[in-house]
């Protein structure tokens, strides 16, 4: 198991930005297609952006795509979210995933991802 923790959700307004963080630790983190998912209330989880284990190839919802950029350090064991003009829609907990399965591919269900943080909120008002 990869063992996730979160940062840098908060509340900001309507067209603002917010920088999220995932510190990993345990199995070897650079093997694995890394992801951000996000929950909203009363919702299911769904996929916002994964990206590849060499940081190469990145993957996102058409809901997040030209807003949102992930990004991976390997030799911090860290992925990033960077979110811009964001908007009440993007509100939920976002949570860091690893997909334990399938290091070749960018995968966007969530049953892919195997490992999952404790999520942090994001709350964007209008």
């Known amino acids: 198991q990869v063992q996730l923790v979160e940062s840098g959700g908060g509340l900001v307004q309507a067209g603002g930005s917010l920088r999220l963080s995932c510190t990993a630790s345990g199995r070897t983190f650079s093997n694995y297609v890394m992801g951000w998912l996000r929950q909203a209330p009363g919702a299911e989880r769904q996929f916002v952006a994964a990206i590849s284990p060499n940081g190469r190839s990145t993957r996102y919802a058409d809901s997040v795509k030209g807003r949102f950029t992930i990004s991976r350090d390997n030799a911090k064991n860290m992925i990033n979210l960077q979110m811009n003009s964001l908007k009440p829609e993007d509100t939920a907990v976002y949570y860091c995933?690893?997909?334990?399965?399938?290091?070749?591919?960018?995968?966007?269900?969530?049953?892919?991802?195997?490992?999952w943080g404790q999520g942090t909120q994001v709350t964007v008002s209008s």
């Open positions: 995933a690893a997909d334990l399965g399938s290091p070749w591919s960018l995968r966007n269900k969530v049953a892919d991802f195997g490992s």
